[in-house]
């Protein structure tokens, strides 16, 4: 295994952090990117650092800024000596039926969910073009591929993620750099927690019965997908064996998406 550099944004929680501690204890050196609590991340920070051996960083950027974005990988870059494995999965989530949906919250998710995508990969290709290798992996959804009321922009900037995806790996086809998006289905991480809070206060169940009823609705394995088995993906997909797969979705949905 040949060791590599990778920036996972919205790596303080969730399916980011699974993806760098997936990533850290396959060897690679990893940097976190995110928000939360200063001493919080320095934990996480260290842990990652001394369970796996490797080199951890951490910076803070706020993808709804295209400047931000930019900064980040040329810091990262800076701090780790270059990079060679981008995982794109910062997001967030708004749920509202689109008449009444607000017009800067459409703008914040497809800021961070769509355009930040666009912003870190046109920052980091230089790079891993001129060293002839490189990894790109978005973090879509299953709703890059079908789609959910009340959702518009969150499924709008997924299936924009899956086009940009192809794009980036026609274009870097013919060298050793490849580029896919990971579509998961409903993993319990705090951005799906307060869906069903909200789905337990609005319909008066527990938060129980507002799961089983989320997973029932979507998901055939009626079981959440992990943030280990999405952080495994990512570990294949930045392998050898992966290199010829490329430009394409890999569904983790537990059957979501085969209805
Ligand atoms: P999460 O809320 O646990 O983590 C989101 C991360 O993004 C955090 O680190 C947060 O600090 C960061 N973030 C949010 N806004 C940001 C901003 N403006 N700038 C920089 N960082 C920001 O959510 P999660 O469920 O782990 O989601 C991670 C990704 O996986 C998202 O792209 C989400 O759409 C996708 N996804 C999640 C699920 C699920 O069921 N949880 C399913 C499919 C896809």
Redesign the pocket.
Known sequence: MTKRRALI??????????VAQALAAAGHDVAL????DPEAIERLRHDIETSHGVRCTYRF????DPA?CRALVADTAADLGGLDILVN?????HVAPIPEFPAEKWD?VI???LS?VFHCSAAVLPGMIERDWGRIIN?????GLVASVNKSA?VAA?HGVVGLTKVAALENAKRAITVNAI??????????QRQIEARAEAEGKSIEEASQDLLGEKQPSGR??T?EQIGAMAVFLCSDPAASITGTTLSVDGGWTAQ
């Open positions: 944004t919205g790596s303080t929680s969730g399916i980011g952090l699974g990117s995110g928000f939360g950027a706020d993808l709804s931000a999965n910062a997001g967030i989530q914040q800021a961070v969910n930040a973090i879509a959804s299953a709703h969150y997924k579509c998961p289905g409903w993993v319990l991480t705090p951005l799906v959440f997908v943030p």
